[in-house]
């Protein structure tokens, strides 16, 4: 079921398998963004698939993906995932704000602000105790949408990846 925005232009929904071939762009772009800043791989289109539908087949355990469109049109124009998981420091669940995506021509608009708004919605029925999240130190663009949303931006841990 869509969720009307804050702007009603907007409409944010929780992805279902109808919506995987509009969401499948937005992800390679998200993809895209981070291979040339961070030099991450590309991963492939059946990746990327096998996971959006890992949420749909599971979201109470897996996590949700929500995509954001143009509700005149129906343009789909963002995306963000949310996985669940736990935190002892916290003693409950918690939610990762994995990814937040808007294609480059609807930044600048205040439509992050209401995604991060969704996501923590989301959250907070799933009984999750914090919404968290991170993006590049470069990116200073997110940064910006993130120190005003609110969160505590932390200075205390450092974010480290191992290669399996």
């Not at 995987?20 to 993809?31: E, G, R, T, V």
Request: charged fraction near 20%; glycine fraction near 4%.
């Amino acid at each position: 079921m869509a969720t009307p925005a804050v702007e009603s232009r907007w409409t944010i929904e929780i992805v279902n398998e109808n919506d995987l071939i509009d969401l499948l762009p937005l992800m390679k772009a998200y993809c895209e963004f981070y291979n040339q800043t961070e030099q991450i791989p590309l991963t492939t289109d059946d990746a990327l698939m096998s996971l959006s539908r890992a949420f749909i087949i599971n979201p109470t355990n897996e996590g949700i993906q929500l995509i954001v469109r143009d509700s005149k049109n129906r343009t789909p124009i963002g995306f963000a995932t949310i996985f669940w998981s736990w935190s002892t420091l916290h003693g409950g669940r918690i939610a990762i704000m994995n990814d937040l995506f808007l294609s480059e021509q609807y930044r600048g608009q205040g439509i992050a602000d209401i995604v991060i708004t969704e996501c923590a919605q989301k959250a907070r029925e799933h009984g999750a105790l914090l919404l968290t999240w991170e993006t590049s130190v470069d990116n200073k663009r997110a940064q910006a949408v993130y120190n005003r949303s609110g969160a505590s931006k932390s200075h205390r841990w450092l974010h480290y990846t191992l290669p399996l």
